[in-house]
């Protein structure tokens, strides 16, 4: 998935051929292959560095298999021409905005496919041979889940790169000696590891500098992405601290060697602020709010023993100013301008039916965004199915993961509300909303809302986007009314399906978002008069290039049997009902049809599937129809290019993602006409459309695709270029990005 202003290129085998698959000695191999180790190397401003770097790793290529893909963080001198010419065979990916390094690294390991580790390169250093085999052996031999090598600086001397973690005193003797007198300085007296024996063996650390670090994916994958908030220093320190509360360790391996240059990242006054607060904000995440008082007192002494430098005096003045924390990703050498930082709200995250969501954050974060993803508490039922879910629950912050912390934090909120003279909207809402529904439900909406109003101050977000307009709207408008951040909406379906208080919930927006012409309007007719300025209409959609064949679709043929695929939840609302007994009908009327589904219940299995069951039973449909529960999107890709139609019987589908994923792969669809999917499927033409609740207009519509195969062949033709033309994923989070920053840019957080 791209986003505008993004340049994603696959890579092609030297010479201007197409990429080999078969093992090649020389080469990286291409995407889709499995892979020792996959290589994320990020850029900003690398042309002079990157090739050297890049011929390092390709030398190691003789011995261990590896798949490289450069992010390159917005630079403007060349850097990825110089890639894509010496180095064609290497996946690049060029950003609009920088996005620092941890999100450099997580955009890269998108891009990585199967691999067994993860190697993180700064572009400026250089291999040694061998040095990725020794970091493999040492991964491999266990327990670590992180592998970090022996770093030389460009003269060839021992550059100290292993570290503590940080304290008080440590950062305190830092400041006061640097590293001089390292072979009589106690341990506790510095954060670096400076002694010379502990460079000459392997063992386990805290952390270390992170130009070059080896995970193992299975950790990868458990802590889920870097934290990009950091921006560029302290993201290692942070990421290895969550390995090692996850039970895993971090090994220094001698035998592994790089040279560093260093300064690859540009030094400035900005970026010495910067570094200094992103280490007061690490502290402040792993430690109690004692020592991370302390911690900043300390902090603000050690720069008060450097203040003549320039550096040091723009640190200090950063350090001592909390609001300007934010904003320091604008420091000089940072390049390019902030990224948007944002909440992205999803209830109930992550869950079986959000992929779309999941699309939309990589699409935003591609096009220079920085959605921090929140939701209100965990999902229940089986959702890690899904490749992604893992990585996004692990990214996600709970509002009802709750603390003593952040309860202490709430009654803030509620003090400062009621200073500011806000406790009396406040009071107003809490009592319609009660009213609505009851004073349980609404005391928990309302502490969620505090919950929101604090994370929000923590992590700088000056507005969150709320992908619903029931429970989770409700939690954003009273954070706003505490004193939080701004909000909008989007709305998928029906005003009705989303519960009370729905003008209370649009007045306080910022700006809405609705999927469809016809719901734009349905809104518009229910709450004019308490709607924001800014209603836009912005469809759900896909990433075309994640749904494309491996094989050509082939239509039925007379003789063999008709493969109809849906996919959605079990629900009433869906119409399986409706679907099933349209194959009683087909298969009544002499064809051999086969119906594959897609979908669980709410109740994983124990609800409305039980009713289903009796019906496909009473129908005596047991060897025709098969239910699979919920699937991997791996799967579902599987049955739709299996399939010969893709079917969706549901009475008032607002637009419908499946839909979308079917005819990207040139499935031709046939879908029940309610709701707002004439605005997807055009009859006829993309598809064909049959009656809502009608099992034999269902089957009309199936019957004459099974007959007509040019029919189905020039549908999903059409289907494919209709979806890519306009539901590529990428435009919503353009118009949501575009809304986002015009209401931060107007100070409405303030």
């Not at 065979?89 to 996005?99: A, F, I, K, Q, Y």
């Amino acid at each position: 998935m791209t986003g505008p202003g993004t340049t994603v290129v696959p890579p092609r085998a030297p010479g201007g051929h197409a990429a080999r698959t078969d093992a090649h000695p020389r080469g990286f191999a291409p995407p889709g292959t499995p892979v020792d180790v996959g290589v994320v190397v990020v850029t900003h401003r690398s042309a002079a560095d990157v090739d050297a770097v890049l011929t390092s790793v390709r030398g190691e290529t003789a011995t261990v298999s590896l798949r490289v893909v450069v992010v390159d963080n917005g630079s403007r001198d060349g850097t990825l021409d110089v890639v894509r010419s010496a180095h064609p065979d290497v996946v690049t990916v060029g950003l609009r905005e920088n996005l620092g390094y941890a999100g450099g690294i997580n955009v890269g390991v998108e891009h990585l496919g199967e691999c067994r580790a993860v190697l993180v390169l700064n572009a400026d250093l250089v291999l040694q041979p061998g040095s990725i085999a020794a970091l493999l052996r040492r991964l491999d031999a266990g327990p670590a889940g992180i592998v970090v090598p022996r770093m030389l600086d460009r003269t060839g001397a021992l550059s100290r790169s292993l570290r503590r973690e940080p304290s008080l005193l440590g950062t305190l003797g830092d400041a006061l000696v640097g590293g001089r007198w390292h072979r009589r300085r106690p341990a506790w007296l510095s954060e670096t590891v400076l002694r010379d024996e502990a460079y000459g063996r392997p063992h386990p650390v805290a952390w270390a500098t992170g130009a070059a670090l080896l995970v193992r994916s299975s950790l990868a994958r458990s802590l889920g992405p870097w934290h990009e908030r950091y921006f560029l220093y302290s993201e290692e320190t942070e990421y290895c601290r969550r390995a090692r509360d996850a039970g895993s360790s971090i090994w220094y391996e001698p035998a592994a060697v790089v040279v560093h240059a260093g300064g690859g990242s540009g030094t400035s006054p900005g970026l010495t602020a910067l570094s200094s607060v992103n280490r007061v904000r690490y502290v402040r995440r792993f430690r109690s709010r004692p020592y991370a008082a302390a911690f900043r007192v300390v902090v603000v002494l050690a720069e008060l023993l450097r203040v003549r430098r320039p550096a040091h005096r723009r640190a200090l003045r950063a350090v001592l100013t909390p609001s300007s924390w934010d904003r320091l990703a604008r420091a000089d050498g940072a390049g390019g301008s902030p990224p948007a930082t944002f909440g992205y709200l999803v209830p109930e995250f992550p869950g079986q039916t959000h992929g779309f969501f999941w699309r939309e954050l990589e699409a935003l974060r591609r096009s220079g965004a920085r959605p921090v993803l929140l939701s209100t508490r965990r999902p229940t039922g089986t959702t890690g199915v899904h490749a992604w879910a893992a990585p996004a629950a692990a990214r996600t912050r709970y509002l009802t993961d709750w603390s003593p912390g952040a309860a202490m934090d709430g009654v803030v909120v509620g003090v400062r509300a009621v200073r500011s003279g806000r406790s009396r909207d406040v009071v107003r809402e809490l009592g319609t909303v009660t009213a609505a529904e009851g004073p349980v439900r609404a005391g928990a909406l309302l502490l969620a809302g505090a919950r929101l109003a604090v994370l929000a101050r923590r992590e700088g977000l000056p507005h969150v986007h709320v992908h619903s307009c029931a429970g989770a709207a409700q939690v954003a408008t009273f954070a706003r009314l505490l004193g939080g951040p701004t909000y909008s909406l989007s709305l998928h379906g029906p005003l009705a399906d989303y519960g009370g208080n729905q003008r209370g919930k649009w007045r306080h927006a910022s700006f809405g978002l609705v999927i469809t012409d016809p719901l734009h309007r349905d809104v518009v007719q229910a709450l004019d008069g308490d709607l924001p300025a800014t209603l836009a209409v912005a469809p759900m959609g896909i990433d075309p290039g994640r749904f494309v064949r491996t094989r050509p679709y082939v239509p039925c043929r007379s003789g063999g049997p008709l493969r109809i695929v849906s996919c959605g939840r079990l629900n009433p609302s869906k119409g399986h009902v409706d679907l099933v007994r349209a194959v009683r009908a087909l298969a009544d009327a002499g064809r051999d049809v086969r119906l594959v589904v897609a979908g669980e219940d709410e109740h994983g299995g124990a609800g409305y599937r039980r009713e289903l069951e009796r019906e496909i039973a009473r129908l005596r449909l047991g060897d025709r129809v098969r239910l699979l529960g919920t699937v991997g999107e791996d799967d579902v890709r599987a049955q739709l290019e299996s399939a010969h139609v893709f079917a969706l019987a549901s009475h008032a589908e607002p637009l419908g993602v499946a839909i979308m994923e079917a005819m990207a792969l040139c499935l031709p669809v046939v879908v029940c006409d309610g709701g707002g999917v004439r605005a997807l499927v055009e009859d006829g033409r993309t598809g064909l459309l049959a009656t809502p609740g009608d099992p034999g207009s269902i089957a009309a519509a199936v019957g004459r695709l099974a007959d007509d195969p040019t029919l189905a062949t020039t549908l999903g033709t059409s289907a494919r270029r209709h979806v890519e033309s306009a539901f590529a994923s990428e435009r919503s989070a353009r118009t949501l990005l575009e809304l986002v920053e015009r209401t931060c840019a107007a100070g409405s957080g303030t």
